[in-house]
Each structure stands twice: as structure tokens, then as C-alpha cells.
């Protein structure tokens, strides 16, 4: 991988090296990704290891919310990500709903990456299509662990018709799964006919179905993925889950609490998902305790748990930070080694101690 310049050094460790910074926009971003999602998945799923390791830091979240938009925020995700490629680094992502009437998308973002051995920030890249990647890589991933030792989905539905939905199902399609049919359901009928549209393009072979309701969706389904801008819960009644699907909770407040104490529950990180009311924080507030939870991701991988057959198995991942630096830097790396890198000449501009 091309090797970050470091800051810099005290005169006695020789000459001083001015330190880079290189902005990477999202068509730049979106070249490197395509058609790899295998790669991409292969490297979340390393992210996902190092983090069951204790190789990384990933805080909270941190949610800035405005009382004279309260529909909007924008989130900040420091992390730390060690391994061979170490890097630090801070998501910056905003979530203005209100976006999507004006024709703009509902998230930006932007990715700041730190080199580990001197704190400089090297890269600004532009990350709402890192994150829509990374948070789909994350459910092609869990979607193939959890439906080990069960029968494998072959009907999927989406329950939301945006970015994220369509780069789940590109990167379920990318990592080999093959669907017998497709079922689709947003609250918005334009958005439903849009998404059916995509599918289209996309080659898509299987009967695909826009279903007038939640329900008929749910129960014809038996992969089904989450993927709204819900705030609260509105899917309440547990026996829609009877046939034991297997739920990509990517949204992460859809499904009530009732549902969750019905089925086996996975999260990517406990203390991150247990909190600002999604559906399992909502749970253990009901319950008062967290016995709900079968385990994480990373408990799967290792072997230490098995999703169970006789209920339905529900994905629920907060997002991590980590996983946006692991497709960040990946990113970075490929632009650099394709000779694409934008950078900014004196961009540090006081690196001198004294002056």
C-alpha cells in the first residue's frame, strides 16, 4: 500500500517531511469500489476480526440535533483501526431527511483519515457512498454468516427503497446469492417504482413484486432488509415472523420490541446498538435487561454462537466507524496507486516549531 508521508521530525532524526493532504471526490470513490464486492466484504469482515481482537477504538457516536429541524442530524464517528494498514480517522455524516422532496439525497458525508504515527490528517474523501458501502458489505456479510445451518433465503424483500437498499442488493448479488424472487415496499409509490426500476437495470432475472403492504412483504419473504428512516417502531405484530425469516435490521428502529423477544437477536457491537432508542435499546429498557441478545457478528464468525433455526433471526447493526476507515483507506490506497490523488500543495502551511 502507498505509504503515508509522516509529519514533521526533530532535527535530530533528520530532515523534516512536509506532510500531504489529498481530497478524493465520490466519482473517484465509486471507480475504486465497483465491482468489487467480494474484496470489500472480505475486508469489512477483517475489520469486524480486529475489532473482536480489542485492535481498535471505536467511542460513541456522537449525534448533533437541531430543535428547529428536529428530522435532521449530523453524526460524528471517531475511530481507530489497527492491523497492517493502521489508520485513525472521523466520519462526518448528516441525515436530512427533508433532502429527498427538494431531489437531493438524504446523507452526505465526508471521511477525514489520520496517519497513526504523527496524528495528520492526509485525506478528505467524500463518504456517502464509503459508508452506504461499508453498512452493505456489513449486511451481505451477516446475511451469509447467519444462514449458515439454516435454509438458505432464496426470497428477498426490501422494506425501503433508497441508497442503502440498492447497495445491499448489489452487494448480495456481487457475493453470489441468486433470489427466486424480489419483493419491494416503501411508503412512498414513486420510490417503490423507482427502485423496481433499478432492478431492472440491474439485470435483475427474478419476478419482482411491489407489495401495497408491510405485511404481505414480510411474510412472503424469508430474507428480509430494513432499510427506512424510521425514528420509532411501526412494525408491532411478532406474527408476521412466523415462517422464521432471517431480518437485516439495517435501519435499526423498525421492528417493536415484542418482535425482538420473539426471535434470536445479532448485533455488530452491544454497547453501541443498545442506545439512542434503537429497537434493541428499546427492548432492554422493556425488559431491563439484555438476555434478548444471541450475540454479535464477530461471536458467529468465531464459532463461539449458532444462529438458531426454529425462530426468526434478526441483524441489527449500529454501524462502526472502523468500518469506514477500513473502506476509506482502502480507497485512498487504490486512488494513489492509480495516480489519481488530488493533492493540496501547502495545505500545512506553519510547520516550523518557532517559525
Partial sequence: MTD????????????????????????????????????????????????????????????????????????????????????????????????????LPRASAVLILNDHDTGYPFACLESSIISATRTAASAALAADRLSRGRSRPTRVGFFGTGLIARCIHTFLVGTGWAFEAVGVHDVSADSAAGFRGYLSQAGTTAPVTVHDSAEDLVRSCDLVVFATVAGRPHVTDPAWFRHNPLVLHVSLRDLAPEILLGSANFVDDVEHCLKADTSPHLAEQLTGNRDFLTGTLSDVMAGRVTPPADRPVVFSPFGLGVLDLAVGRYVYDEVSRAGGLRVIDDFFHELRRYG
Avoid: C, M
Fill in 4 to 103: 503515508v508521508l509522516p509529519a514533521a521530525t526533530p532535527a535530530t532524526t533528520g530532515p523534516a517531511t512536509v506532510p500531504t493532504f489529498a481530497v478524493i471526490s465520490g466519482e473517484q470513490v465509486q471507480r475504486a469500489l465497483s465491482g468489487r464486492e467480494q474484496q470489500i466484504v472480505e475486508l469489512v469482515e477483517a475489520a469486524y476480526r480486529l475489532h473482536d481482537a480489542g485492535d481498535t477504538v471505536n467511542p460513541p457516536s456522537y449525534f448533533l440535533r437541531f430543535p428547529d429541524r428536529p428530522t435532521a442530524r449530523i453524526i460524528a464517528l471517531p475511530a481507530s483501526l489497527g492491523g497492517p494498514d493502521r489508520v485513525d480517522g472521523l466520519k462526518w455524516i448528516s441525515s436530512f431527511p427533508q433532502n429527498v422532496s427538494a431531489g
